[in-house]
């Protein structure tokens, strides 16, 4: 009697199980041969992987390989150090045939890590790291710092030199093999008459060489309140250290802005740090001492700044919400000016009417300001449909319309900005008082306000403390979100 009911059992288990394993992502398994475009010879040790993931098979010694994929699965990347990259988009089939050109002979010598060596105030030896890696588009130039690896574009080969044009820095880099045999390094700007800053390179994975006979490394407290001599008064900073061993990594706050990402070393009680992205080479360099404290210097082209500090687990900057303020008997920030193709854009237009309102003031030359355009960029595609506004106003070193044109163009594309860009002025604190009168206070690039729906500024942020500062960047970016809760209601 029981029979019936078991039997109606099995089958709903059947039914269920069929539908969960129909519902489970199928895999397959790709397969093929990677041969050289040039004699049809299998390559081996070419590592195959699947684009955005972290799934990597290789090839054997016959040139087949296999690997796994998923539904969401498109790409394949085929690298191999002495052929170029290739990269191929799956369709239904599960045989892929693949040929690589050989590398041409220029790629493979500038392919990989570089130790680039500049000579700062007083003779002193900065070396930061650079990194050619080839892609599907060709060789591609990175600026290393620590966990950054910040794109300076793709290179091109003439006349024996490499060139690579840094265009958010209006720069060009070149490398060339010199009569020694050795290679060489020009960073200059593309207009005006100013020499170039000449370098050195050498292949190398280590930015800082240890110091000989260095003692045991000195254990870093992880912050420091800084202390700047200026005249006659004294600014104040906080350091960020996170070290590794002899591996240092750092990044110094100002009201104005952070340092980036700081890399480099510490010898015993000597530290040594760098930070490069194709603009001016940023470094320090000091000591730690017994009492707790440290003596250093920052080191520019032309000079040496001392800086002096204490371990300071408690150390701060003053309020950033505090510091830029409105004229006393303002409550907006009025704007009239134009964009890159010469339209109006200000604070009444229709689009901005009763919505919140972002408004950055910033320059696409200034690299704090691209730290937050790469936030801001990011998160205003996510967020526009809520009915808020992002607006930058950019004050430039060159305000003819073409450069403006190129300039914003280039950064929006970098950022992925979709929201409008207009033309402050130049890139001076004085013309941005100037052509923004609300304001009684203008202290750093950049500095954002948060405009409520009736028009009025509720809160300005001055600088900003980008991803290389951790915890501060972490703070900043939830004071944003807590800001715009507020103008949202």
């Keep these: 009697m029981q029979m019936p009911y078991i039997n109606k059992c099995f089958i709903v288990c059947l039914l269920l199980l069929t539908a969960y394993a129909s519902a489970q992502p199928r895999s397959r398994t790709i397969t093929g041969v990677v041969r050289s475009f040039d004699d049809s010879f299998p390559i081996e040790g070419v590592t195959v992987s699947i684009k955005g993931k972290q799934d990597v098979s290789g090839t054997q010694q016959d040139g087949i390989f296999y690997i796994q994929v998923f539904p969401e699965d498109s790409v394949l990347v085929f690298q191999h150090p002495d052929f170029q990259q290739t990269v191929v ?18 790629v493979q010598t500038y392919t990989g890590n570089w130790r680039a060596i500049f000579t700062q105030a007083e003779q002193t030896v900065v070396p930061v790291q650079l990194s050619f890696v080839q892609t599907g588009n060709g060789l591609e130039l990175f600026f290393v710092n620590g966990e950054e690896r910040f794109s300076g574009g793709l290179v091109d080969y003439q006349q024996d030199t490499l060139h690579a044009q840094l265009d958010l820095f209006e720069q060009s880099l070149l490398v060339y093999k010199d009569t020694d045999g050795q290679y060489q390094g020009l960073l200059k700007r593309n ?74 070393r510490v010898d015993g009680r000597k530290f040594r740090l760098s930070s490069f992205i194709g603009g001016s080479v940023t470094a320090y360099e000091g000591e730690f001492r017994e009492d707790g404290s440290l003596v ?9 700044q001392l800086f002096t500090g204490i371990a300071d687990a408690s150390a701060s900057l003053p309020d950033a919400y505090a510091l ?17 193709v010469g339209e109006i854009i ?61 300039a914003f163009t280039r950064f929006a594309n ?33 500095t954002t306000f948060f405009i409520g729906k009736d028009g009025k500024v509720k809160a300005i942020h001055t600088g900003f403390s980008g ?6 960047y972490t703070e900043w970016v939830s004071g944003f979100q807590e800001h715009v809760a507020q103008l949202l209601q």
């Design 414 to 446: 970098r950022f992925n900005i979709n929201y409008p860009l207009v033309l402050g002025g130049l890139a001076d604190k004085q013309e941005v008082v100037k052509t923004l009168p609300d304001l009684q206070t203008f202290l750093a690039f950049p």
């Design 324 to 340: 830029t303020k409105l004229q006393p008997d303002r409550e907006q920030l009025r704007f009239q000016l134009k964009n890159a």
């Design 296 to 304: 250093g210097y920052t080191i520019g082209p032309r000079n040496k």
């Design 89 to 106: 988009r799956l369709g239904n089939s599960n045989e892929y045939n693949v040929l690589l050109q050989r590398a041409s002979g220029w």
């Design 191 to 264: 207009k005006g008459n100013a020499p170039p800053t000449r370098f050195s390179l050498a292949k190398s994975d280590e930015r800082f060489l240890p110091i000989p006979d260095s003692t045991k490394q000195y254990q870093i407290a992880s912050k420091y309140r800084l202390l700047f001599p200026n005249g006659t008064k004294i600014d104040t900073a906080v350091a960020v250290f996170r070290q590794h061993g002899a591996l240092l990594q750092a990044s110094i706050l100002r009201i104005t802005g952070d340092a980036r990402y700081l890399t480099g």
């Design 467 to 472: 991803p290389a500062t951790g915890a501060a």
């Design 346 to 406: 200000s604070n009444d237009d229709e689009r901005f009417k009763g919505k919140p309102l972002i408004v950055t003031i910033g320059g696409t030359w200034c690299p704090n300001c691209m730290d937050e355009a790469g936030f801001l960029g990011k998160w205003y595609a996510q967020h526009r449909t809520k009915g808020i506004e992002v607006l930058g106003i950019m004050y430039e070193r060159d305000t003819s319309t073409a450069y403006v044109q190129k």
